[in-house]
């Protein structure tokens, strides 16, 4: 019913050389029949390459953030319209580096939402909960206000063309991935509440899991029913380690 998604998240990692490497290795290892969809999301610069390269074939390329106005005086910012110009199909919003680092509120974040909606790009909206609010049981409501800071803005309506990952901070880039249950767990709670709105909407929302998902991990995680695929950082550098994710769906 859903298609499991796999999408790579380069943060800010990346070369001329390293981006052709990576997407010719992907490329070919992306002939061989699959159960899922692969994106990738590299860092702006690249972006001309990835559309070069990934144009015709069956991998997406995305960016890692935008900023929701049109144009204007936004000093080291990108615009939706500028993606769409290098054919970008998604973009994720909320991403917990972009929250803790830059500073980006539930607020802004759904501004991010709103504006890719709106201009045709497939938001990736990120939440997930710090190892602090987990430990002080706070896992649910946190998720719960990120979620409802967007869906305040579009209603439920807004998520029949859009992903969720949810990625618990503390999961994230440290090798401590969440166990299959943590993580279903959290994913049947934001489906439910989508399911609470809208029956067909929440059926068909994929929802990722991102946190140290690798090769060896990524069945386990992808076999739950509420997971619908892997926002993956680190393990989506690499040509071999990306395609063991993609090849782990059954
Ligand atoms: C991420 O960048 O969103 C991420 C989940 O990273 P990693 O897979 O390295 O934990």
Not at 95 to 101: A, F, P, Q, V
Not at 120 to 131: A, I, Q, R
Not at 151 to 173: S, T
Request: glycine fraction near 12%; charged fraction near 20%.
């Amino acid at each position: 019913m859903r298609k499991i998604l796999v999408a790579g998240n380069w943060k800010m990692h990346g070369s001329h050389a390293m981006v052709s490497e990576l997407l010719e290795g992907l490329l070919a290892g992306s002939e061989s029949p699959s159960n899922a969809d692969m994106a990738v999301f590299p860092p702006f610069p690249y972006l001309a390459q990835a559309s070069s390269m990934l144009e015709g074939s069956s991998i997406s390329w995305g960016a890692q953030n935008l900023n929701p106005a049109p144009k204007g005086a936004h000093t080291g910012e990108v615009s939706a319209a500028m993606l769409l110009e290098f054919g970008c199909s998604h973009v994720l919003v909320g991403h917990s580096e972009r929250r803790s680092i830059y500073g980006e509120t539930d607020e802004d974040v759904a501004d991010r939402f709103v504006t890719a909606l709106e201009s045709g790009l497939v938001p990736v909206l990120c939440v997930g909960e710090t190892l602090e609010q987990r430990e002080g049981g706070e896992t649910e409501s946190v998720v719960q206000r990120q979620l409802d800071a967007v869906l305040n803005r579009v209603g439920v309506g807004g998520f029949e063309r859009a992903v969720v990952a949810y990625e618990p901070v503390w999961a994230i880039g440290t090798g401590q991935t969440a166990t299959p249950e943590q993580a279903q767990e959290i994913h049947a709670f934001i489906r439910d509440k989508f399911a609470s709105q809208d029956d067909i909407i929440a059926g068909q929302l994929r929802i990722l899991y991102g946190g140290s998902v690798n090769g060896s991990n990524a069945a386990d995680l992808f076999a739950r029913e509420d997971i619908d695929g892997g926002l993956v950082g680190g393990a989506s550098l690499k040509v071999d380690d990306f395609l063991a994710i993609r090849n782990a769906v059954g």
